[in-house]
């Protein structure tokens, strides 16, 4: 990296006349000719981190950061009279759709700092994931064209390509290059498809709809498309550089697989060692269990990827035949580790036409990883009870985690240069280091006050500026922003909002410290009754932020297009953070930590990482409220009823509030849908599955008494710090490194 040289040349740098977008790709031209600069080879180890998604967000600033130009640069720009900022207008890339993804491009950082060789390999999507905007409440999904403004970040690899062959196509598989800077610099290879205009579909959207067979066919492509190529290109290259002796694969390659989406790469890695490499089956399955490693994210069965028989052979028959041969196989090896036929079937690969994907995944993957302790013990007692039986090694915990750099060093400057005139700025490489702030004085509470504010005022200023809702900046802020899924339960927050509403109104809570509650969330594009929370949600905004009998207390709103930048205010301005999913259902979340690096203490549900985070920063500086696993478990034995648990005046004036006509849903029914969801079900689920009317009442209670609280302001921004002062934990660094010494072995 040669940093004089980069400050030298944007010193000469003539801006004059030139618009943003021209000022945006010449200085990350810059910054990527000196970045790269004495890049090192790879040696020894690496491992290869697949992913169908990396949220990698706004590459400028962080890439400066990194590089450790980014103050220079503000300056030399300010002293020719541009402001940093103006590159706001650069779009994220949001070629992913939430907390997985997210991870993954958090992981990358972390390696990179570490000096740890990991690096990423996706698809590099046309169109990230839509850009959201609401018209009169809706969601509209508009196409984002990430790379309108130009992808100065990547660099194309023609000379690389890879022919990817399906039974009715042939496929480019083009590598576009990002690099991940840090104490080294990894890379980020993202494949883009070419040849035809049927190839370029593949690497065109993210998820694409699956509700029909063409688009079943169409995701399986794409999964297959970027695993076949990197596999390939890893195959090769080993041969290339070290011969054909594949038992030495595994000394310098480790695979791992984040979810199920790229778990095919098992069988295509066996299908070219058996094909291309005339290596036996046996042996190939053998050097494919050392080399793979697999992270569940989720328990919820939608996302635990099947595949049918006949879609798979029908545009990738040896891959079929591969599987098939694994699955027998896998019998096989139950059958001598002396599994009853129940045991058998319930890993079993294959069952009547259908593949089960996280089941071939735990049955290759040398290590198989859970992403906080709760979630694993849940692997191991449930979902995948049975393996944890006869592999008792295979299951491991790594509790997620965030880089440091962009949650706290980039989008808290403020909070980061207090943390200097404290602590030390040694926190900053070592994040460990951020444990010396445990034991604050006084006066540190007072500076953090201030930090909040200016935080907070930023956050208001730009959320007036984007969705024109003006908010007082003496709110206490409570934020809610994550996917629109039920098990995440914004619905129960609507219901909640709605109870401190109308007990404002009436009197009842009139001393109520004034409090905005910012939701953010894209809804999945064909996932109805999220689209209707979110139309819900707005609806109640609209009638609250309206309510001059009320405004001074409540506001609410819903911003659009949440996304990587919007989270990276909302973090820093808030509060409270609200994590409330239903126990057991939330793997880890890493909003959760976003927030508490921030300062915001965890409203919260023991659930995912939240356990954790309350473990380390102290029950009596959180919120945690409603129901745990265990009592939800008694609960589902007993029999739920939700209509024994809002017969309260507040909760069903709340729940009614979906069809009593205080709210319109535009005649489209889908408040009605979603009251019958809560109160008499579905053909596919019991009412109120995700006990959403079950929790509300401490839920309630539970805001009510952060209300209360945060009057003592002094005493509540203390609980806000000992947050920040135990967050260390939950950095990424601390997660990767426990992948590199116990799954990775780099
Ligand atoms: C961190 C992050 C997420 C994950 O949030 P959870 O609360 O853990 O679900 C999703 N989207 C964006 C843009 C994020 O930055």
Redesign the pocket.
Known sequence: MDKLKFIEKLNELDVSGKSTIELYNEISALAMQCGLEGTKQIQGKNAYYLSMEF?I?RSFYNNLLEIGVLEETQDILSSKGVDINIFEEIEDAALGN??LG?LAACFLDSAAGLDLPLHGYGIRYKYGLFKQKFENGFQVELPDDWQGMGDPWSIRRDNEKRLIKFADMEVYAVPYDMPVFGKRINRLRLFQAEGSAEAEKISEVLYPADDTEEGKLLRLRQEYFFSAAAVGELLDGFVKQRGKNFDKFPEYNVIQLNDTHPVIAIAEFIRLLTVKYRLTFAKALNLAKNTFAYTNHTILPEALECWQEEHIKKILPDIAEIMLKISVYAMREFKTLGCSKEQASEMAIYKSGTFYMANLAVFIAKTVNGVAALHTEILKDSLFATAHKFYPNKLQNKTNG?THRRWLELCNKELSKLLDETIGDSWRTDISELDNLKGFTDSTVDEFIQVKQIKKEQLLEYIARKEGVEIPADCLVFAQ???LHEY?RQLMTAFAVLELYYGIKSGRLSSLHPCVFIFGAKSAPSYKRAKAIIKFINEIAKKVNSDEQTCDKLRIVFVQN???S??EKIVAGTDVSL?VSTAGL?A?????M?FMMNGAVTCGTMDGANIEIVERAGKENNYIFGATVTELSRLKSEGYNPMNYCSEEEHRKALESLIDGSFSDGGSGEFKALYDSLTIGASWHEPDNYFVLYDLDSYVKTLIKVCQDYSDRKTFAKKQLTNVANSAYFSSDRTIKEYAKSIWEI
């Open positions: 949220l967000g939430g907390g997210r965030i922003v994550k996917r995440k949440y996304n990587v919007y989270a994590q939330e880890s979340g890493t909003g959760n976003k």
